[in-house]
């Protein structure tokens, strides 16, 4: 069973539509990083969110963190071939070092 | 800054043999590293933590005898994949928590083991 559940596992959409990704846990995270990964290489950070509430911007993506820190999202807005990629979110508890992964969102922008 | 260098990026080895992967920080130390291994359009799963000058703490089902871990310097962290199985081939990353980014983590390139 996946601790981080991301929905939707796959996306397809054409360029210019916006989109949201989901990630939702039933535990607390102190902290939520979100990631973007290219086939045959390794994720990228795109954002931390550590406070409860807390919206960051990067460009045309808005990440949220939910104000209990269960739950997280991503959205995109006019969505560009670019932006094809898996995206994952991954959590963090004070109590570990290590990262949990969420099942990860496939994403398609046609252009 | 917080590069971390994985090699080889990809690596054909015969059923039986041992492969190393190499995981590298180039300018920071990182006294843990982790491993994840990654299945085609499936998430990363965690492996073991790697901890320098000390035992590697393994996930559970992940076999310690097959897949060795040495972290032999603050900048260093090998994987051993001995006695190679088809089933063990899979995509392996490794990572390090970067002092440069708020509770953000590097990521290696990955390596692509394929056992024949």
Redo the contacts between chains.
């Keep these: 069973t996946q601790l981080l559940e991301q929905s939707p596992q796959f996306l397809s959409i054409q360029e210019g539509e916006n989109l949201t990704v989901y990630c939702n846990s039933s535990s607390v995270f102190s902290s939520l990083q979100w990631y973007r990964q290219e086939p045959g290489e390794g994720p990228v950070l795109l954002v931390t969110v550590v406070t409860g509430g807390e919206v960051k911007k990067l460009k045309r993506l808005t990440f949220q963190f939910g104000d209990a820190r269960k739950d997280s999202s991503l959205h995109i807005t006019a969505a560009q071939p670019g932006d094809t990629g898996l995206y994952l979110c991954a959590g963090a508890r004070s109590s570990a070092r290590q990262l949990t992964f969420g099942s990860g969102t496939q994403l398609t922008v046609l252009p | 800054g917080a590069v971390?260098s994985?090699h080889p990026?990809w690596v054909i080895c015969k059923s039986g043999t041992s492969v190393k992967i190499e995981c590298r920080s180039l300018d920071f130390q990182a006294t843990?590293m982790?491993w994840?291994r990654q299945f085609p359009?499936?998430?990363?799963?965690?492996m073991a933590?790697s901890n320098e000058g000390s035992k590697a703490t393994y996930e559970q089902g992940v076999e310690k005898d097959k897949f060795l871990i040495n972290h032999a310097s603050l900048t260093l962290s090998t994987l051993t994949v001995t006695s190679a199985h088809p089933e063990d081939s899979s995509?392996y990353?490794c990572?390090a928590?970067t002092p440069f980014?708020?509770?953000?983590?590097?990521?290696?390139?990955?390596t692509?083991l394929t056992v024949v």
Aim: proline share 0%; net charge positive; no cysteine.
């Design positions: 971390v994985q990026s843990t982790f994840y359009k499936q998430s990363l799963m965690l933590t995509f990353i990572s928590r980014r708020d509770y953000g983590y590097t990521f290696g390139s990955g692509r």
